[in-house]
């Protein structure tokens, strides 16, 4: 690897030039006007409209459950039966700056609603998002770091496959979407759980008026559906 690159690297990493001179055993004269070009070249990315470069992208634990997807893309699940049953979470970080991440997190209802609700994007640095992203995953059972093109598909196609039950995306997704990049529709994933829509009713739901909406189009034996309580 050429020295530009390893700068960048630990760049990524949110070492200082002091620190990075350190660790490649160079002197801080070295270093210095390679860290001035890597941040000339993320701004003149961000001038030309360039998409900023992807990070990073992590799922929790058991997003496969219930759902249908080709194995020859590649796409594991550590742990598809650790009971996470169609509540997926997804972090995704794109490059800001050279010190600084944009990331957004994604809460989608695989098996119904689409994606519930979108936090941020929030500009963290590279410690920060360390933090972050353990309290993002805290509910589940862990969480691994996939390709950018499974997180797309399971957010748009979630909210591509809820729209066709007649429900759309929570408040921040536009927003939140950004991150995404521009969607051409065609999810190669079969959503719902086991390709029947699936009901979980949530804290902040109206669950009779989701079901209500749901028998409007399906008979008794096409969905399923768990109300509180129940």
């Not at 650790?82 to 800001?96: E, Q, T, Y």
């Not at 804290?203 to 109300?227: S, T, W």
């Amino acid at each position: 690897m050429e020295l530009k690159d390893q700068v960048r690297e630990l760049r990524r990493q949110g070492r200082s030039p002091k620190e990075i001179a350190r660790a490649l055993k160079v002197s801080p004269s070295v270093v210095a006007p390679l860290v001035r070009a890597i941040a000339a070249e993320t701004a003149d990315a961000a001038e030309s409209g360039a998409e900023a470069e992807v990070v990073g992208c992590w799922i929790n634990a058991g997003w496969s459950e219930g759902l249908g997807f080709d194995p020859s893309t590649g796409w594991v699940d550590d742990a598809p039966d650790s009971g996470a049953g169609g509540a997926v979470s997804v972090l995704v970080a794109r490059r800001h700056t050279w010190d600084r991440l944009h990331v957004c997190g994604y809460l989608a209802d695989v098996y119904c609603l689409g994606v519930k609700n979108v936090i941020g994007p929030d500009v963290l640095n590279d410690r920060d998002l360390v933090r972050f992203r353990e309290y993002f995953f805290g509910e589940y059972a862990g969480w691994q770091e996939v390709p950018f093109e499974l997180v797309r598909q399971l957010v748009y196609g979630s909210v591509d496959y809820a729209r066709t039950l007649g429900f759309e995306p929570g408040d921040g997704f536009t927003l939140g979407s950004e991150l995404l990049g521009k969607w051409e529709g065609g999810s190669t994933i079969t959503f719902g759980r086991s390709g029947k829509p699936f009901y979980r009713e949530g804290p902040q739901d109206d669950g009779a008026k989701i079901v209500r909406k749901l028998r409007r189009q399906f008979a008794d034996d096409e969905f399923g559906y768990v109300l509180a309580g129940q």
